[in-house]
């Protein structure tokens, strides 16, 4: 062995520990950045001004709200959406049913009169409804809330409307 290979084999060597530890350093960047995103608070947002009442509008994608009632402990609701915005859908586990003891749930589809629907895509303020959506609250009674959280990026919002 030559006295050049030598010191050319100690830089490699060095250059690879340094790449591995630059790979591990975005590979923890990356993980907190996701953790975060997981467990960081959503903020409430405002509505921007819209109509016909009751409705939401976050960011130019909007919500109405019609014919809320109820039936052997199930609230119904008719649902709309316009989606104007730099989202891309709509999911029903965007939404939750707050009512008086702020109990939360999720919407249900195994009720009769109830839409059957999943994730839907759409965008360029086309509408998507109206779409029977329905709850199982814990209690029917007032106030109910419902709790919308379109996704509208990595840091966004929750907006809540009361309906009854």
Excluded at 28 to 40: C, D, M, N
Excluded at 67 to 86: I, K, Y
Aim: proline share 6%; charged share 15%; aromatic share 6%.
């Amino acid at each position: 062995m030559t006295s050049r290979q030598f010191p050319r084999r100690r830089w490699t060597r060095l250059g690879l520990f340094a790449a591995g530890g630059v790979l591990l350093a975005i590979l923890a960047v990356v993980a907190f950045i996701a953790l975060a995103r997981g467990i960081a608070p959503v903020s409430e947002a405002n509505s921007l001004p819209c109509s016909p009442q009751p409705c939401l509008d976050v960011q130019d994608y909007t919500m109405w709200i019609s014919n809320v009632r109820d039936a052997n402990g199930v609230v119904q609701m008719d649902v709309t959406f316009r989606n104007s915005s730099a989202a891309t859908h709509a999911s029903p586990e965007d939404l939750q049913l707050v009512d008086a003891n702020n109990q939360t749930a999720t919407a249900i589809q195994d009720v009769a009169g109830c839409s059957h629907w999943s994730r839907t895509e759409f965008s360029n303020g086309a509408k998507l409804g109206p779409l029977t959506i329905c709850f199982r609250p814990q209690s029917t009674a007032s106030p109910l809330t419902l709790s919308w959280t379109p996704d509208l990026g990595l840091i966004c919002c929750e907006a809540k409307l009361k309906i009854r």
